[in-house]
């Protein structure tokens, strides 16, 4: 019993550093367009959530936030964007992981429900990134939505689209070879 234990939180951390690491890889690709750089790394928190649940998935994502914080490279420009105008958003992906994570777990990643999720929990994100934008900018909150929010919203929900369909397929295939469960 202890043996099967073992192995299953082994596979288990394994399987949140892959998916740390994959946020480590596509956080970093963003294209600058302003204060806010459009990032795939809410796209990797949905699928992380998609593939892992949402505690795992989450704790992927706080594993990512914990090495760029000690220096390594995961954020686009260094530790200084966790400390700079964008870091809001950052720490709004932790909400957004539990809200997009407890909808796609809840409803067992029924389409129409886990896009509710995932719309709700990244509105939650860009509540938390919109009032430190605003804040560390010396915007007003109405300049830092418009900055920070507007242009992103169409691709955010394509980015929504995308997890919502491979999603819940990589899980299958996932828990078909005994990977996750």
């Given at each position: 019993m202890e043996?099967?234990?073992?192995?299953?939180n082994v596979r288990e951390m394994a399987l949140i550093a892959l998916m740390a690491a994959v946020t480590c890889i596509l956080g970093p690709l963003s294209v600058p367009i302003g204060v806010v750089p459009i990032s795939l790394t809410n796209f990797a928190i949905y699928l992380a959530?998609?593939?892992?649940?949402?505690?795992?998935?989450?704790?992927?994502?706080?594993v990512y936030l914990l090495l760029g914080l000690v220096g390594l490279p995961?954020?686009?420009?260094?530790?200084?964007?966790?400390?700079g105008p964008?870091?809001?958003y950052l720490i709004g992906f932790i909400f957004m992981a539990l809200i997009c994570g407890f909808a796609i777990d809840r409803f067992e990643a029924k389409l129409i429900p886990s896009m509710i999720g995932m719309i709700l929990g990244t509105i939650?994100?860009?509540?938390?990134?919109?009032?430190?934008?605003?804040?560390?900018?010396?915007?007003?909150?109405?300049?830092?939505l418009a900055a920070g929010v507007l242009p992103f919203i169409v691709g955010d929900l394509v980015k929504m689209i995308?997890?919502?369909v491979v999603g819940p397929q990589i899980r299958r295939r996932?828990?078909?070879?005994?990977?996750?469960?």
């Open positions: 043996q099967k234990q073992s192995k299953t959530i998609y593939v892992l649940g949402c505690r795992r998935g989450t704790i992927s994502y706080i995961a954020f686009s420009s260094g530790v200084g964007k966790l400390f964008t870091g809001g939650v994100c860009y509540l938390f990134g919109t009032g430190w934008l605003a804040y560390q900018a010396g915007m007003k909150f109405y300049q830092a995308i997890c919502a996932l828990e078909q070879a005994g990977l996750v469960h």
